[in-house]
């Protein structure tokens, strides 16, 4: 299984950018994809989450109401639609992958066990 993200990049403070993730190989067992990002010196930390089945999705509270989470389950490809973009939200931004018997609601990094390799996001003010 590969994840890899693209759509990364600079953008001024209240814009937009549209991530993608596409998974590829046995992608059919996975439960959840999440968003995750990590800025310098701080720790990974979730951003959102959406069933891969059936698109619920969940938020981290400092994301609700800017970024939205999709999938094409066609594609195999999941999206972080983020609006209304602030310094704060600079950082490397990973997809995650979880596989079922992982707990759906436990959104700590842990829980996924498919990783990508990052899109940059870099958001001046």
């Known amino acids: 299984v590969q994840l890899v993200e693209s759509g990364g990049g600079l953008v001024q403070a209240g814009g937009s950018l549209r991530l993608a993730c596409v998974a590829s190989?046995?992608?059919?067992?996975?439960?959840?994809m999440g968003w995750f990002r990590q800025a310098p010196g701080k720790e990974r930390e979730f951003v959102a989450d959406i069933s891969w089945s059936g698109g619920s999705t969940f938020y981290a509270d400092s994301v609700k109401g800017r970024f939205t989470i999709s999938r094409d389950y066609g594609k195999r490809t999941v999206y972080l639609d983020m609006n209304s973009l602030k310094p704060e939200d600079a950082a490397v931004y990973f997809c995650a992958g979880k596989v079922p018997g992982a707990e759906a609601q436990d959104y700590q990094a842990a829980t996924y066990s498919y990783w990508g390799q990052g899109t940059e996001v870099t958001v001046s003010s």
């Open positions: 190989g046995h992608t059919f067992f996975f439960s959840n």
